[in-house]
């Protein structure tokens, strides 16, 4: 299975993006999904996932209420939908597709890896 991650780029603090992640295969449909993101010098951290159905999102604490995590498995792909960006969302963001069907929020639940998308907020 393969991940790729797109929708990355520079926006202004305040400005919103919207990044997708499209599986090659369907059997994903019946995984949970989820993005990490890693800063410079910093470690890989949960942003959002989401169970197989698109239900039960979660959310690290410092993106609650600004992003939004969803999917459309007829189209293999999931969204993060960001908005209020902040120069500390600046990172490659990841998407990843769990070992099972619920929303994981650790890293060892991932099984497959995109290959990451550039965030850069401009304060």
């Known amino acids: 299975v393969q991940l790729q991650a797109s929708g990355g780029g520079l926006v202004q603090a305040g400005g919103s993006l919207r990044l997708s992640c499209t599986a090659s295969?369907?059997?994903?449909?019946?995984?949970?999904m989820g993005w990490f993101r890693q800063a410079p010098g910093k470690e890989r951290e949960f942003v959002a996932a989401?169970?197989?159905?698109?239900?039960?999102?979660v959310y690290a604490d410092s993106v609650k209420g600004r992003f939004t995590i969803s999917r459309d498995n007829a189209k293999n792909t999931i969204y993060l939908q960001m908005n209020r960006l902040q120069a500390d969302d600046t990172a490659v963001y990841s998407c990843?597709?769990?070992?099972?069907?619920?929303?994981?929020?650790?890293?060892?639940?991932?099984?497959?890896w995109g290959q990451g998308t550039l965030v850069t907020v401009s304060s």
């Open positions: 990843a597709a769990a070992r099972s069907s619920s929303s994981a929020t650790r890293f060892t639940s991932y099984q497959y």
């Open positions: 295969a369907r059997t994903t449909s019946n995984n949970g």
């Open positions: 989401v169970n197989w159905r698109g239900g039960s999102p």
